[in-house]
T-cell receptor, first 115, second 111 residues
Framework: DTAVSQTPKYLVTQMGNDKSIKCEQNLGHDTMYWYKQDSKKFLKIMFSYNNKELIINETVPNRFSPKSPDKAHLNLHINSLELGDSAVYFC??????????????FGPGTRLTVL | KQEVTQIPAALSVPEGENLVLNCSFTDSAIYNLQWFRQDPGKGLTSLLLIQSSQREQTSGRLNASLDKSSGRSTLYIAASQPGDSATYLCAVFLTGNQFYFGTGTSLTVIP
């Protein structure tokens, strides 16, 4: 299946731990994104990478660090997890780096619960 | 505050019928509107993207329209097939690099 995939789908961890979420797309896109779901239907962008280069870096705590080893992967590493980090995180990709003009394809989401 | 509503919430039609899915949004200050399809346990596949300056987009059996002034979009599916069964979501892209998703329509096409 051609798609955007994320692992794990569920992540439950203790406060203070460091964790990573992985994202892979096999659509041949050159741009990938991480979004945080603030409410049931509202997604706010955190980062965007185009051809492995960071092009959008919204105001997020520096405990969040994206890493793009190649165009098909964008991983999200979170240090010193806090209770407020609990949310669903979505990865997306598009061909072209314009948020306004390029269709985005989303992964199924990773539900992070910090205890 | 943006609200995106989709009607109906669920729809069941026999194969071959044409159908229309509706999406309405409260704040017309959008950059674009995208229609997605979601299959169980999978991510969101983009179907069509309409820029705020456009009125419609077509792809195969799909046609999406946008009336920004009235806050409405429709997705028309012609000659529906069982493979079209999925949840359909519309989403508006707003200032501040934010997506706001609709409530979704669950479509079942009966063979």
């Amino acid at each position: 299946d051609t798609a955007v995939s994320q692992t794990p789908k569920y992540l439950v961890t203790q406060m203070g731990n460091d964790k990573s979420i992985k994202c892979e797309q096999n659509l041949g896109h050159d741009t990938m994104y991480w979004y945080k779901q603030d409410s049931k239907k509202f997604l706010k962008i955190m980062f965007s990478y185009n051809n492995k280069e960071l092009i959008i870096n919204e105001t997020v705590p520096n405990r969040f660090s994206p890493k793009s080893p190649d165009k098909a992967h964008l991983n999200l590493h979170i240090n010193s997890l806090e209770l407020g980090d609990s949310a669903v995180y979505f990865c997306a990709s598009s061909q072209g780096g314009s948020l306004y003009y390029n269709e985005q394809f989303f992964g199924p989401g990773t539900r992070l619960t910090v205890l | 505050k943006q609200e995106v509503t989709q009607i109906p919430a669920a729809l069941s039609v026999p194969e071959g019928e044409n159908l229309v899915l509706n999406c309405s949004f409260t704040d017309s200050a959008i950059y674009n509107l995208q229609w997605f399809r979601q299959d169980p346990g999978k991510g969101l596949t983009s179907l069509l993207l309409i820029q705020s300056s456009q009125r419609e987009q077509t792809s195969g059996r799909l046609n999406a329209s946008l009336d920004k002034s009235s806050g409405r979009s429709t997705l028309y599916i012609a000659a529906s097939q069982p493979g079209d069964s999925a949840t359909y979501l519309c989403a508006v892209f707003l200032t501040g690099n934010q997506f706001y998703f609709g409530t979704g329509t669950s479509l079942t096409v009966i063979p």
